[in-house]
């Protein structure tokens, strides 16, 4: 099993930034990659990115350039930087890993508001 906890949501105003943090643990060695999702009220759950071992990253084509996912692979966290934060933008991030053992994080609240 892998268990995920994700951290970083907050209320922020049109144009602000945010970092969220997910840290896993448990069974690290079987994750390939590790992302977010996020579902805005009303609406399905949507890919917003991911990183692999490897370093590649995916984005959702929508997000590319305001949004930014790193690592730090001791910490086996990722990290989602956003900026130039929207309206739309709102809803619960959630924490994702690819692999043998797909798990989800509980989700992180980010309202974009002013």
């Known amino acids: 099993q892998v268990q995920l906890v994700e951290s970083g949501g907050d209320l922020v105003q049109p144009g602000g930034s945010l970092r969220l943090s997910c840290a896993a643990s448990?069974?690290?060695?079987?994750?390939?990659?590790m992302g977010w999702y996020r579902q805005a009220p009303g609406k399905q759950r949507e890919f917003v990115a991911n990183?692999?071992?490897?370093?590649?990253?995916n984005y959702a084509e929508s997000l590319k350039g305001r949004f930014t996912i790193s690592r730090e692979t001791a910490k086996n966290t990722v990290y989602l930087q956003m900026n130039s934060l929207k309206p739309e933008d709102t809803g619960v991030y959630y924490c994702?890993?690819?692999?043998?053992?797909?798990?989800w994080g509980q989700g992180t609240q980010v309202t974009v508001s002013s």
């Open positions: 994702h890993t690819w692999g043998r053992l797909g798990s």
């Open positions: 448990g069974s690290v060695s079987s994750i390939n990659a």
């Open positions: 990183i692999a071992k490897d370093g590649s990253t």
